[in-house]
T-cell receptor, first 112, second 113 residues
Framework: AQSVAQPEDQVNVAEGNPLTVKCTYS??????LFWYVQYPNRGLQFLLK??????LVKGSYGFEAEFNKSQTSFHLKKPSALVSDSALYFC??????????FGKGTRLHILP | EAQVTQNPRYLITVTGKKLTVTCSQN?????MSWYRQDPGLGLRQIYY???????DKGDVPEGYKVSRKEKRNFPLILESPSPNQTSLYFC???FGRGNQPQHFGDGTRLSIL
C-alpha cells in the first residue's frame, strides 16, 4: 500500500537551532514527494518537491529536504529556526494514479 | 493575482439540507482537487479532476459529489449533509497531473448540526 507517515505530532526547537521534521513513505516505483506549510486560518503553501534528480532539494523560506531512497524518508530541514517558522507542516505523496496522500501533519513550535 | 477562491468561507447548516461549496481558479490549471482536514487525520482527498468532464474518487468520496463543466470551476456538492461531514474543506489546483505542486484556497469551515 502506498502511504506517507509523519511520526511526530509536534516538534519543539529553540530559535536559532537547526530543525528537522520527519516524513517516511511507502510507494511502488519512484515517488513524487512534497512539503507544505499551513499557517492559522490559511490554506497550505507549497515549500518544495522531489520528483527526480538531486537528493537534497532546496525550497522556500530557507527550507530544504533530503530524499533518502534506502530509508524511504524525505525529512524537512532548516539550519537555523525562526519563531516565524512555527506552523503546521505536511508531507505529501503523489501517486501514479494522480491521487495525492497527505501525512497527518507535524506542528512545529519554535521557542524564542 | 493567481489564486484559488472558495465560497463560502464559513457555513453552519442542518442535516439533510443540500449545499454547494464553490471553487474557482484563475491559473488555467488542469488538475483540481478537494480535501477535508480533520484533527489528527491530516488532509484526505475527496475527489479530483484531471480536466473538464473528468473526475475521479479520492480516498473519502462517500457523501460528496463534484462536477467539472468548466476548467476554472470545481464545485463540491453535499446532497444530504450529515454531522460527520463537519470539517474544514480545501480546494486546490495545479498544472498537469497530481505530481505537481498544488495551490490551495483558504478553506471552508462547514458545521453540520
Amino acid at each position: 500500500a502506498q502511504s506517507v507517515a509523519q511520526p511526530e505530532d509536534q516538534v519543539n526547537v529553540a530559535e536559532g537551532n537547526p530543525l528537522t521534521v520527519k516524513c517516511t513513505y511507502s510507494v511502488s516505483g519512484n515517488p513524487y514527494l512534497f512539503w507544505y506549510v499551513q499557517y492559522p486560518n490559511r490554506g497550505l503553501q507549497f515549500l518544495l518537491k522531489y520528483i527526480t534528480g538531486d537528493n537534497l532539494v532546496k525550497g522556500s523560506y530557507g527550507f530544504e529536504a533530503e530524499f533518502n531512497k534506502s530509508q524511504t524518508s524525505f525529512h524537512l530541514k532548516k539550519p537555523s529556526a525562526l519563531v516565524s517558522d512555527s506552523a503546521l507542516y505536511f508531507c505529501a505523496l503523489g501517486r501514479r494514479d494522480d491521487k495525492i496522500i497527505f501525512g497527518k501533519g507535524t506542528r512545529l513550535h519554535i521557542l524564542p | 493575482e493567481a489564486q484559488v477562491t472558495q465560497n463560502p468561507r464559513y457555513l453552519i447548516t442542518v442535516t439533510g439540507k443540500k449545499l454547494t461549496v464553490t471553487c474557482s481558479q484563475n491559473m488555467n490549471h488542469e488538475y483540481m482537487s478537494w480535501y477535508r482536514q480533520d484533527p489528527g487525520l491530516g488532509l484526505r482527498q475527496i475527489y479530483y479532476s484531471m480536466n473538464v468532464e473528468v473526475t475521479d474518487k479520492g480516498d473519502v468520496p462517500e457523501g460528496y459529489k463534484v462536477s467539472r463543466k468548466e476548467k476554472r470551476n470545481f464545485p463540491l456538492i453535499l446532497e444530504s449533509p450529515s454531522p460527520n461531514q463537519t470539517s474544514l474543506y480545501f480546494c486546490a489546483s495545479s498544472f498537469g497531473r497530481g505530481n505537481q505542486p498544488q495551490h490551495f484556497g483558504d478553506g471552508t469551515r462547514l458545521s453540520i448540526l
